[in-house]
């Protein structure tokens, strides 16, 4: 398994930017696909986007597609998540995933989680 940490949650107005990073260790980074989930209150865990293992194609919620852009950087172990627009319904704790397979993060059974970061949007 890799080991992921996430950083760069926090309190934002609606409409504003927040990039989310994730650091990977224990495991090559560059040979799993890596993405993003999300729970918000209430609600069960849902897919935001994930890319495969090069970084060279991702794949976005439709919620989520137009705003947020993933990207990676395997030299640094690390996958990033820039929020642009975000609004209340983005509110969640957001996930790091990892996993050899682009499907199994799609679906929401990656076999590597972060411990989750806070990001909560204020109207």
């Known amino acids: 398994q890799v080991q992921l940490v996430e950083s760069g949650g926090g309190l934002v107005q609606a409409g504003g930017s927040l990039r989310l990073s994730c650091v990977a260790s224990?495991?090559?980074?560059?040979?799993?696909?890596a993405g993003w989930i999300r729970q918000a209150p209430g609600k069960e865990r849902e897919f935001v986007g994930a890319?495969?293992?090069?970084?060279?194609?991702?794949l976005y919620a439709d919620s989520v597609k137009g705003r947020f852009t993933i990207s990676r950087d395997n030299a640094k172990n690390t996958l990033y998540l820039q929020m642009n627009s975000l609004n209340v319904e983005d509110t969640a704790v957001y996930y790091c995933?990892?996993?050899?397979?682009?499907?199994?993060?799609?679906?929401?059974?990656?076999?590597?989680w972060g411990q989750g970061t806070q990001v909560t949007v204020s109207s």
């Open positions: 890319t495969i293992k090069s970084g060279s194609s991702t």
């Open positions: 224990g495991r090559t980074f560059s040979s799993y696909a």
């Open positions: 995933a990892a996993d050899q397979s682009l499907h199994s993060i799609v679906v929401v059974s990656p076999a590597s």
